[in-house]
T-cell receptor
Framework: DSGVTQTPKHLITATGQRVTLRCSPR?????VYWYQQSLDQGLQFLIH???????AKGNILERFSAQQFPDLHSELNLSSLELGDSALYFC?????????????FGNGTRLTVT | TQLLEQSPQFLSIQEGENLTVYCNSS?????LQWYRQEPGEGPVLLVT???GGEVKKLKRLTFQFGDARKDSSLHITAAQPGDTGLYLC?????????WGAGTKLIIKP
């Protein structure tokens, strides 16, 4: 158990809809990262928050947004969903922002857009 | 660009065999992390290597960081079905991680 909790585990929705994915980081971790993983592909970095502030953006679409709340949990909002948004979405947390801080991943939310 | 290339992309071998997978970059990096991802789960950190030429062992897994700090390898001795998974390497870059596409490993009983 990594200590990172993601909900829901599975989400099935229709094109054009909006969904919210939730992540609770490991106790004590201030950084939260969001990643997208399509079938049989590697991890695509979306966005990084540290202690409530956005620190870095990766290949995140304008239809996607995220935030980290004062209690350090984070939400990833996906809107105007398209078929191609179907993927596994992972949240990871780490203690700091240093690049050699190990990441602890949740078990992901599997999003299916129909 | 600071891409990480992992090879092979896919490997399927019999239980008991040895194997090596690679992670290469065109530029020097200060540290590299190896993760294993099992089906339906998130990646789990196996090891971090930070010193050129460094070798770390984790039971039957041996990780090596190249002397020039541009490459790393993972060698598995006497592979077991429990080693099946996606092996990912990630390097540091401006306080973020750049990820390779992974090696999908299947160990057949």
């Amino acid at each position: 158990d990594s200590g990172v909790t993601q909900t829901p585990k599975h989400l099935i929705t229709a094109t054009g809809q909006r969904v919210t994915l939730r992540c609770s980081p490991r106790s004590g971790d201030l950084s939260v990262y969001w990643y997208q993983q399509s079938l049989d592909q590697g991890l695509q970095f979306l966005i990084h928050y540290y202690n409530g502030e956005e620190r870095a953006k990766g290949n995140i679409l304008e239809r996607f947004s995220a935030q980290q709340f004062p209690d350090l949990h984070s939400e990833l909002n996906l809107s105007s969903l398209e078929l191609g948004d179907s993927a596994l979405y992972f949240c990871a947390s780490s203690v700091g922002v240093a690049n050699n801080s190990p990441l602890h991943f949740g078990n992901g939310t599997r999003l299916t857009v129909t | 660009t600071q891409l990480l290339e992992q090879s092979p992309q896919f490997l399927s071998i019999q239980e008991g065999e040895n194997l090596t997978v690679y992670c290469n970059s065109s530029s020097v990096f200060s540290s590299l992390q190896w993760y294993r991802q099992e089906p339906g789960e998130g990646p789990v950190l196996l090891v971090t290597v930070v010193t050129g030429g460094e070798v770390k062992k984790l039971k039957r897994l041996t990780f090596q960081f190249g002397d020039a700090r541009k490459d790393s390898s993972l060698h598995i001795t006497a592979a077991q079905p429990g080693d099946t998974g996606l092996y990912l390497c990630a390097r540091d870059s401006n306080y973020q991680l750049i990820w390779g596409a992974g090696t999908k490993l299947i160990i057949k009983p």
